[in-house]
């Protein structure tokens, strides 16, 4: 009697992914928050994000994946994102002009975590949009091949 075999890859695919994953998210949120202080940022930081649950999908399938975020979330999360970067350039009016940086002091200490003031949180907002849109877009590519291959 043949066995179905499990979707996505081979077991050593499998396991590498698994000791992968949560490396590669905690390299994106550290990109993120060091994006003011080293090269980085939200973008680079919602990419490598992203990528953590791609790989996901791409070792165990897309069920699998659609379990830890499905497209739903995906599309609340970059709604978020989007809602919150604007709430942040919106907020810099309070200061007199668009995207005023609010939150810094001249007083603080330079090159900390935290000595950007407002900036930390636009790249937290742009991490959100990036990481869940460019996840969604995949997710819809993958389904339109699906769709595809199943009128053939």
Known sequence: MISKPDKGMTIIVKVV??????LILIFGIYVMLHG?????GGFAGGVII?????????AFGR??????????VASY???????????IAL?????????????HHPGQEK?????????????????????AGLFAVFVAL??????LGDKK
Do not use: Q, W
């Open 17 to 22: 992914t698994r000791l992968t994953v949560g």
């Open 36 to 40: 003011h202080l080293t090269p980085g």
């Open 50 to 58: 992203a990528l953590s649950f791609i790989h996901m999908m791409l």
């Open 63 to 72: 069920e699998t994946a659609l379990k830890k975020m499905s497209k739903s």
């Open 77 to 87: 999360f970059e709604s978020v994102g989007a809602v919150m970067f604007l709430t």
């Open 91 to 103: 907020i810099g009016f309070i200061g007199g002009y668009f995207f005023f940086n609010v939150l």
């Open 111 to 131: 090159y900390t975590l935290f000595s950007s003031g407002s900036i930390l949180l636009s790249n937290i907002a742009i991490c959100i949009k990036v990481g």
């Open 142 to 147: 993958v389904f339109f091949k699906s769709d």
